[in-house]
Structure formats: structure tokens, C-alpha cells
């Protein structure tokens, strides 16, 4: 029966309203477990946050993306605007991402939009059984993004999805018993020292401006087109 009833929550969208933290520009999260959520742990919508750490913690059955980060959109200026030059940053480290669940795009996190200038980086960080429409660990559109020394297991749909304006780059990355079928776009595209294993179809990779590096790759075991 509770299968059929989170079925249900998740069809009519009641799993989506109040999130733990709503449209703060700033966060710092530390060694902190969210466990069987039905809402987004962190959900922020059109405004300026300015920097995100998240640090040591888990993530375990959110149904509906643990993370939601969408950047502004719409921007209307009455007088001129003065920037010092500091993009945004994201960083997510030394956190876990456990059977989290996403109807449309991001089941561990949805980061950025097409006019984002986020610097995503997510450092010795898991996702597991997490699931999603598109990009069952990460739904990124970003302008840099950085994965390093970082594990993504059991991700049935689409493993990741990423679009950086400047750069996208794996390093030290474990890929394994998932389904790829996952874009990754970029100027410059990077993918080293990485296991990519076990896994059903293919990463799809367009580097627009030619700057692709592909290097010390281990695949094993992977089958489909």
C-alpha cells in the first residue's frame, strides 16, 4: 500500500510544496542527514544566491529532486548595473545521494538554467538509485562544471545530464551499472582518470568548440549501441 500511496503523491505533485529551504541567497550545510522527504531539501527559483557548500551529508528517498536550483530569469534593470565580476558557485563535497526520486529532471539535483553562470562543482560525492525523466544523479546547466573523485551507481534512466557554457570536467569518476544515454555539451569537455563500467548505451559528447580530452578511461563491460 505504500507504494501505490507515494505513487499517487508523486502523480498529483502534493510530494512538490515546502521545501526545507526556499530562495536563500546563501548556505552552508555540515554533516547533516535528510531521510524519506517527500518535498526538495533546498528548492530556489529566480533569485541572485550568491554561494552554496554543502559538506558531509546525506540525501536518502527525497521524491522529488533533493537539490532544485534554477538561476534568474526575466532580468529588468531601471538603472546601471555595477557587478564586481564574482560569478556564483555551487559546491557539493563529501555528501551521499540515496534513492532519490525526480519526475522530471534531476533526481539527486537540478542545477542552473540556459542563462546560468554557476560554477558546479560536486567533489568525493555518491548518487545511488536515484532517478529522474532526465539526468538521474544531476540535471546541470551550467557555465563550468566539475566532477571529481565522485561515484554514480545503479542510475537506471539517464546517469547524468550536463551543459556548460565554458567547461565540463571528469576527473577520478566512477560510472557504473547505470544507463547513460547522457549528454554532455561544453566548449572544452573533459573526462580523465575515470571508470566508466558496466553500463547500458553510450555517453553522448559535443564539444562545440573541438577541445575534447578523453584520457587513462577504463571501460569494461558496457553494452548497447
Known amino acids: 500500500h505504500m507504494n501505490v500511496t507515494l505513487l499517487s503523491l508523486v502523480a498529483v505533485g502534493l510530494h512538490s510544496f515546502s521545501p526545507l529551504f526556499a530562495n536563500v541567497p546563501s548556505l552552508t550545510i555540515n554533516n547533516c542527514k535528510f531521510i524519506n522527504h517527500y518535498s526538495s531539501i533546498i528548492y ?26 534554477d538561476s534568474i530569469e526575466d532580468k529588468t534593470y531601471t538603472q546601471t548595473l555595477v557587478d564586481r565580476g564574482d560569478l556564483p558557485q555551487f559546491d557539493v563535497r563529501n ?18 538554467s540556459e542563462i546560468s553562470e554557476t560554477i558546479f562543482t560536486i567533489l568525493y560525492t555518491g548518487f545511488t538509485q536515484c532517478r529522474a525523466l532526465n539526468g538521474d544523479a544531476f540535471y546541470s546547466q551550467t557555465r563550468e562544471l566539475v566532477l571529481m573523485a565522485s561515484c554514480i551507481d545503479l542510475c537506471p534512466n539517464t546517469a547524468v545530464y550536463a551543459k556548460s557554457k565554458s567547461s565540463i570536467r571528469f576527473t577520478q569518476a566512477t560510472i557504473t551499472n547505470s544507463r547513460l544515454d547522457s ?22 559528447l559535443k564539444s562545440t568548440a573541438y577541445n575534447l580530452i578523453m584520457s587513462n578511461i577504463n571501460y569494461l563491460s558496457n553494452t548497447g549501441p
Open 183 to 204: 549528454p554532455l555539451s561544453s566548449n572544452i569537455l573533459e573526462i580523465t582518470r575515470s571508470n566508466i563500467s558496466k553500463n547500458t548505451n553510450q555517453l553522448n
Open 95 to 112: 555528501s551521499l545521494f540515496m534513492k532519490c526520486v525526480s519526475a522530471s529532471e534531476g533526481g539527486g539535483i537540478r542545477m542552473g
Open 44 to 69: 530556489s527559483y529566480k533569485i541572485p544566491f550568491r554561494s552554496y557548500h554543502i559538506d558531509h551529508s546525506l540525501f536518502n528517498s527525497i521524491l522529488n529532486t533533493a537539490i532544485n536550483m
